[in-house]
């Protein structure tokens, strides 16, 4: 996770925020927003193995560190808006030409 801490997003980073997301989903219940940042981090988990340069200048910038530092308490609203960002900005590097969120 200290990858993510850094700056650079790499799969196993974003595979431990699925995993802690699924554990807050098995404490207190799905809802939409847990549903719709799940489906979200898969997307990124799925970009990032397909060889995506985790240093891609708009990646760089984003900062994770304050959600790896309350994963015990994680909260999906929390997680919510930067990764709306994260996925709506991976849409439009991929050339997809559109927002999706």
């Given at each position: ?39 979200q981090l898969t997307f ?58």
């Amino acid at each position: 996770m200290n990858n993510v801490l850094t700056g650079t997003m790499q799969p196993s980073a974003v595979k431990g925020l699925i995993r802690a997301l699924r554990i807050h989903v098995q404490k207190n219940g799905e809802d939409k927003v847990s549903r719709s940042v799940l489906n979200q981090l898969t997307f990124v988990r799925r970009w990032l193995e397909t060889g995506a340069n985790p240093k891609e200048p708009r990646l760089h910038k984003l900062n994770f560190g304050p959600l790896i530092r309350r994963n015990a308490k994680l909260n999906a609203s929390e997680l919510a808006k930067p990764l709306r960002g994260l996925y709506c900005t991976l849409v439009a590097i991929r050339g997809l030409g559109r927002r999706v969120l």
